[in-house]
Antibody, heavy 120, light 113 residues
Framework: QVQLQESGPGLVKPSQTLSLKCTVS??????????WSWIRQRPGKGLEWIGY???????YYNPSLKSRFAISIDTSKNQFSLRLSSVTAADTAVYFC????????????WGQGTLVTVSS | QSVLTQPPSVSGAPGQRVTISCTGS?????????VHWYQQLPGAAPKLLIS???DRPSGVPDRFSGSKSGTSASLAITGLQAEDEADYYC?????????????FGGGTKLTVL
């Protein structure tokens, strides 16, 4: 059974850069049949897809979001990461990582999520 | 405003049947792309509930079923139970010029009366 676990700071100051990691266990991140994705959920709101990365390093982002996001992958550590620059209070959210099946675009495994609060 | 439209809330009594709609467009559901449904229990991560319109992952009760017609999809829950109280999200692939690759519905809160 594939498991994903987010890690990173729970509190970030405005204008700083947020960095989160997602560690994958129970399966290889090198599998070509999947993309690895980040999704966030602002307090009391719905799911917002941020983007995903393939093991090859190719990425795709939600065009509705500003280009402050960067997703990368480290296959040697079976991890992928999210960086969000110039954070504001509007970036306060629970951030989830998930595995995406390429052929169907379904998110079949999710991490438990990590709450990130942007505050001085 | 979400690309896929869901009712904000639905409710039903234990044992009843409820449905949750998900309305899209010709660039997503109407184009024939799979619709997936997720259940998010309070304080938890979303869980894949229905995939490929009406496939249930292992462990999901057959009380949950999905369907699709035209530019809309629906999730049906029969024999409603207290533990079904959760938020439900639909999701699909989208190919519109202004849309994103992945689109979610705004979510529907199910209350079991």
């Amino acid at each position: 059974q594939v498991q994903l676990q987010e890690s990173g700071p729970g509190l970030v100051k405005p204008s700083q850069t947020l960095s989160l990691k997602c560690t994958v266990s129970g399966g290889s991140i090198n599998s070509g049949g999947y993309d690895w994705s980040w999704i966030r959920q602002r307090p009391g709101k719905g799911l917002e897809w941020i983007g995903y990365v393939h093991y090859s390093g190719s990425t795709y982002y939600n065009p509705s979001l500003k280009s402050r996001f960067a997703i990368s992958i480290d296959t040697s550590k079976n991890q992928f990461s999210l960086r969000l620059s110039s954070v504001t209070a509007a970036d306060t959210a629970v951030y989830f990582c998930a595995r995406v099946v390429r052929t169907s675009r379904k998110f079949d495994f999710w991490g438990q999520g990590t709450l990130v609060t942007v505050s001085s | 405003q979400s690309v896929l439209t869901q009712p904000p809330s639905v409710s039903g009594a234990p044992g009843q049947r409820v449905t949750i709609s998900c309305t899209g467009s010709r660039s997503n559901i109407g184009a024939g792309y799979d619709v997936h449904w997720y259940q998010q229990l309070p304080g938890a991560a979303p869980k894949l509930l229905i995939s490929g319109d009406n496939d249930r992952p292992s462990g999901v009760p057959d009380r949950f079923s999905g369907s699709k017609s035209g530019t809309s999809a629906s999730l049906a829950i029969t024999g409603l139970q207290a533990e079904d109280e959760a938020d439900y999200y639909c999701q699909a692939y989208d190919t519109s010029l202004t849309g994103s690759d992945v689109v979610f519905g705004g979510g529907t809160k199910l209350t079991v009366l």
